[in-house]
């Protein structure tokens, strides 16, 4: 939902979150930003950086459930913290899990 004249300003801001604070991070360990108004949780697994963005009810809080989800599913789909080459063989398989759990929930809040 960015339009597309602010998406470069993000990905150069998180590349630069990332390159500032991820060095020397466990996996998993979260860490929380924010920036014009949104939050940003992120965190390491394995090779790969996860940035979960959000604003409104969306905070920090929220954030941190939804990235502990993701870090999961990747984890089950990968059986390890991934590679960058695992984390690209399973791509598809990740995104269809994480498609399920969306699906899941948002038919669960609609019952």
């Given at each position: 939902?960015?339009?597309?004249?602010?998406?470069?300003h993000?990905?150069?801001?998180l590349?630069?979150?990332?390159?500032?604070?991820?060095?020397?991070?466990?996996?998993?360990?979260?860490?929380?930003?924010?920036?014009?108004?949104?939050?940003?949780?992120?965190?390491?697994?394995?090779?790969?950086?996860?940035?979960?963005?959000?604003?409104?009810?969306?905070?920090?809080?929220?954030?941190?459930?939804?990235?502990?989800?993701?870090?999961?599913?990747?984890?089950?789909?990968?059986?390890?913290?991934?590679?960058?080459?695992?984390?690209?063989?399973?791509?598809?398989?990740?995104?269809?899990?994480?498609?399920?759990?969306?699906?899941?929930?948002?038919?669960?809040?609609?019952?």
């Amino acid at each position: 939902g960015v339009p597309a004249e602010e998406r470069l300003h993000w990905r150069s801001f998180l590349v630069k979150l990332g390159a500032d604070n991820l060095k020397g991070v466990k996996n998993e360990e979260l860490l929380v930003a924010s920036h014009k108004s949104v939050y940003i949780v992120y965190t390491v697994l394995g090779d790969v950086s996860i940035y979960v963005v959000g604003k409104d009810e969306y905070d920090e809080l929220t954030l941190s459930e939804v990235i502990y989800v993701i870090t999961q599913a990747i984890r089950d789909v990968c059986g390890k913290p991934p590679t960058e080459r695992l984390f690209l063989d399973k791509y598809g398989k990740i995104c269809l899990c994480l498609d399920e759990i969306v699906w899941k929930v948002g038919k669960k809040n609609t019952l």
